[in-house]
């Protein structure tokens, strides 16, 4: 919940020098006697940034981020952030529950029944259920609210420490309809050429990579017959919405810029089959991109995503390539079961605390990287041995300790890396025999667990038909003794109706 020092550097020192946001043994200007050799990523700070220590300066900063301060407190005291996935069945919910209440008013509308105890009853219990979730999706939104004051009171700072710098850019005009662009005055002529040439003659192909290009202008998106689009290596901090008119594109490459977000509208380029978005700001990814059907390739790594569009898999049935490695991801959503032609995941390098039970429907997956989540990955899912063409799994660096049994069923895994784990099952001289030493092992775990079960059965069944024997045994002899009773019955009677013995003497 504080600012992160490597995304905020000026808002985490700032707020570590004001008193009531000061953490425990620690000093920007007086490092701990107890790590010398260690000091926090933002220590060396003032040495690129000496004003920072004008006392002056640091008032004024002050000032500019209580409002972080004051929100800090109150999430702390609410929690940490629910999960997205939780979120969008909150919502989901809430939105069956509005309507169920609505179904009621009218049913009651139209009955003279008003006043019904149950009817009551079961609304007050929605009512209930109600407010827990608008609990539950109003923390989300204050924990939203929060990054984004962050990254203003970061931007706030970096104003107040130096002036902004005028100058070295000009506006442009590009296109038709005069649409402009700020480009740097040494590329400014080479992008407005391509651009314009592109629009006039239909290009397919167009290639901005490294241009030092910080905006894309809006008219970009009338060029429709684009194919293949590559805007790389720049400083773009936004996507324009107009990319929703590239209705031909089947490549997009925006990697290595500074985006913090992508358009909903990219969810229109239903034909797109390549998308790069990697090496950017982005927190996340937005719901659309689950409209983009025709995808096979998403490359989406080293960003600061915490979490996957929760329908993403329902949608992306044709995804085969799949890269979020280097993010803050920590969970999957169940419906990444439903990615069918999934063939590689790389999820290496996130915080991933576990996998669903879906995951074993990836009957295509052949190469999955789950390395490197380290305290936060414990175990894999049963699931896992449903990868019958999986190829190489790398769990390595993380705190495994037991393979799941059915890992035996792996049949074709050839690439297997699980050191840095503190396992137990496998033991340690069986995992260092190397990945065939590794599969017989945990394949006579599972064969002996099912021999296990097997003789478990058999024994319930044994039990079972004794059970049901002496059951039989059971009513037999008490028929025995009811058809013995009543022939003694008889002779008794007998006895008693002897005409020699009613006979007058």
Not at 157 to 163: D, H, N
């Amino acid at each position: 919940m504080d600012p992160n020092p490597k995304n905020f550097p000026i808002l985490s020192y700032v707020m570590t020098k004001i008193p009531t946001m000061k953490r425990p043994d620690f000093d920007i200007e007086q490092p701990p006697t107890r790590q010398p050799s260690k000091p926090e990523p933002y220590f060396e700070l003032t040495e690129r940034m000496p004003h920072l220590t004008d006392p002056h300066l640091l008032a004024s900063m002050h000032s500019a981020v209580a409002d972080v301060s004051q929100t800090r407190s109150l999430l702390k005291t609410l929690g940490e952030r629910p999960d997205h996935e939780a979120v969008d069945i909150a919502k989901a919910r809430l939105a069956e529950i509005d309507a169920v209440l609505s179904s009621d008013l009218d049913e009651i509308s139209l009955s003279d029944k008003a006043d019904d105890a149950n009817d009551e009853k079961r609304k007050k219990a929605l009512e209930r259920e109600k407010q827990m979730h608008k609990a539950l999706i109003s923390l989300d939104q204050m924990h939203e609210s929060y990054d984004k004051l962050l990254c203003d009171a970061e931007k706030r700072l970096e104003k107040i420490y130096e002036s902004a710098k005028a100058g070295g850019r000009k506006t442009v005009a590009v296109g038709d309809e005069g649409s402009s662009a700020v480009v740097g005055d040494e590329v400014t002529e080479e992008v407005v050429a391509i651009l314009t040439d592109a629009m006039s003659n239909g290009a397919r192909n167009v290639d901005l990579s490294e241009r030092r290009l910080p905006v894309l202008p809006e008219a970009f998106g009338k060029i429709r017959t684009l194919v293949c689009l590559n805007l790389s290596s720049n400083q773009l901090e936004v996507i324009p919405d107009s990319v929703a008119g590239l209705e031909n594109l089947e490549e997009l490459n925006v990697s290595s810029n500074i985006l913090e977000s992508l358009p909903d509208s990219i969810g229109c380029l239903l034909k797109l089959k390549i998308l790069d978005v990697s090496s950017n700001k982005l927190e996340a990814l937005p719901d659309s991109i689950a409209q983009c059907r025709s995808l096979v390739e998403l490359d989406a790594s080293f960003n600061k995503l915490t979490y996957l569009p929760t329908k993403m898999g329902n949608e992306l049935v044709n995804l085969k390539k799949l890269s979020i490695q280097l993010n803050k991801v920590r969970n999957f959503p169940s419906s990444i079961g439903e990615m069918q032609s999934l063939q590689y995941l790389d999820a290496h390098f996130n915080e991933l605390r576990g996998l669903p039970k879906s995951i074993g429907k990836l009957s295509n997956l052949q190469l999955l990287n789950l390395s490197s989540n380290f305290s936060d990955l414990r175990e894999l899912p049963d699931t896992i041995g449903d990868l019958n063409n999986l190829k190489e799994l790398d769990v390595s660096n993380n705190q495994i300790q037991e393979l799941p049994l059915t890992f035996g069923r792996l049949d074709k895994l050839t690439k297997l890396n699980i050191d840095q784990n503190p396992l137990v099952i496998p033991p340690k001289e069986v995992a260092e025999e190397g990945i065939q030493a590794v599969k017989v092992y945990m394949a006579q775990r599972w064969f002996d667990k099912l021999v296990e079960e097997e003789e478990k059965r058999r024994r319930q069944h044994e039990a079972l038909a004794q059970a049901s024997w002496l059951s039989r045994s059971t009513t037999w002899l008490a028929g025995a003794v009811v058809g013995a009773a009543g022939t003694v019955s008889l002779l008794m009677a007998g006895e008693n109706d002897d005409p020699y013995l009613e006979e007058e003497r």
